[in-house]
Structures are given as structure tokens and as C-alpha cells.
């Protein structure tokens, strides 16, 4: 089974700052994908970014990006120029590639606060 | 594109009767999905996963047949909360999966039903 673990219950930032976002995770497998989610207030899950297991390029999106490494098993999330509508619960998520019970499943960590301050 | 619905978005039974959340795929055919619940200011947690046309796979610990699952069409999946009880009140998101999209294996999500069982 695969574990996902956040361990920054809490975060605040300045509008136009940047910060970072942890995530590590646990798993024996080889092939999967990595995600971040956002949940504003509303309530509905936003794809953030998502990284392949097998490219070593981390992924980038506008003022997204991470930082995966593959053999610490660890996939933070930074972004940049934060905004007021960045402010949110941020859930990082692992999901197995195909092949075999529980292909395309996600497993959630339990999820960062981010504040973003004016 | 790839929207989900769920409806409706918000309802509140009386104890012992049953309510059903309705999941759609809006311009795709959802070959797989998923119901989360969530409690507050938690995680998501799966509940199971559907497949069209076969019976639901559920995670341990979660009662088949309390949470009726059925994925009737490639559009539609409904989730059936039956003899609620108030622990049963929570926040319950669908998700969906486009097998036959660009990106199999993202998750589209709907914008979630908040149950209140009273």
C-alpha cells in the first residue's frame, strides 16, 4: 500500500512571495504518477500539477513547479508570485500506473492550508 | 471539457431513510469512477470504485451495503446512502476517469454533496 505524507499541517504567505510545499510518499512500486490538488473554499478539487514517475524533468505549471526526487520519495510543490486566490487546502497524491487492482487510484496526504496574506 | 456533475449539492434527511447522489460525466464517457468522502477539515478517503457495467470495488471498511454504488451508464453513477444515521453526515465527491481521453489516468472531479443526516 502507498502512503502519502504531508507534514505541514499549516502555512501562511505574503501575496507575491513564494513558498514551498512538502509531500513525501512511500511506495515499492516503480510506475506512477504524482499530483497536486487544490480545494478552495468552494470546495471543488482543482489539478494543480501532476509528474510522471519515469521523467526526470520536474513539471512545471506558470507560477507551479515541484521538485521531484524519485529516490528520497519526495514531491514539494513551490509556487511563485503567490496570489490571493492561491489560498486554499493543497493535497499532494500518488496514484499507481496501470496494471492490477487499484490502477488509477488515488491516495491523498492529508492535505497543506496555505494562506495567502495581502 | 471533461465536467462531472453531482446532484444535488446539498440535502438533509432524517434518520433512517435513504438518499441517492447522482454523479455525471457531462461530456465524456466515464468508464471508471470513484466516490470520496470527506470529513471536515480532513483528507479525502475512497470509498470505491465502479466500473460501467460491473459492481463497485469497495475499501476496507466501508459497507457495501449501506454506500449502494451503480454504474448504470458511461455517464451516470450514483451512490445510495441507505438507513443514514447522522455519523453518516459528511461531504461526498465523485470523481471520474476518461479512458479513452488524452490523459488516462486523471481524475475529474465534481463539485461534491454535503450530506446532513439529521
Redesign the interface.
Known amino acids: 500500500a502507498q502512503t502519502v505524507t504531508q507534514s505541514q499541517p499549516e502555512m501562511s504567505v505574503q501575496e507575491a512571495e513564494t513558498v514551498t510545499l512538502s509531500c513525501t510518499y512511500d511506495t515499492s512500486e516503480n510506475n506512477y504518477y504524482l499530483f497536486w490538488y487544490k480545494q478552495p473554499p468552494s470546495r471543488q478539487m482543482i489539478l494543480v500539477i501532476r509528474q510522471e514517475a519515469y521523467k526526470q524533468q520536474n513539471a512545471t505549471e506558470n507560477r507551479f513547479s515541484v521538485n521531484f526526487q524519485k529516490a528520497a520519495k519526495s514531491f514539494s510543490l513551490k509556487i511563485s508570485d503567490s496570489q490571493l486566490g492561491d489560498t486554499a487546502m493543497y493535497f499532494c497524491a500518488f496514484m499507481k500506473r496501470y496494471s492490477g487492482a487499484g490502477s488509477y487510484q488515488l491516495t491523498f496526504g492529508k492535505g497543506t492550508k496555505l494562506s495567502v496574506i495581502p | 471539457g471533461a465536467v462531472v456533475s453531482q446532484h444535488p449539492s446539498r440535502v438533509i434527511c432524517k434518520s433512517g431513510t435513504s438518499v441517492k447522489i447522482e454523479c455525471r460525466s457531462l461530456d465524456f464517457q466515464a468508464t ?1 469512477m ?1 466516490w470520496y468522502r ?1 470529513f471536515p ?4 478517503m ?1 470509498m470505491a ?1 465502479s466500473n460501467e457495467g460491473s459492481k463497485a470495488t469497495y475499501e476496507q471498511g466501508v459497507e457495501k451495503d449501506k454506500f449502494l454504488i451503480n454504474h448504470a451508464s458511461l455517464t451516470l453513477s450514483t451512490l445510495t446512502v441507505t438507513s443514514a444515521h447522522p455519523e453518516d453526515s459528511s ?1 461526498y ?1 465523485c ?1 471520474a ?1 476518461d479512458r479513452y481521453g488524452p490523459r ?4 475529474y ?1 465534481g ?2 454533496t454535503r450530506l446532513t443526516v439529521t
Open positions: 471508471t470513484f470527506q477539515k480532513k483528507s479525502l475512497l470504485t461531504f465527491i470523481s476517469r488516462v489516468y486523471e481524475q472531479f463539485p461534491g
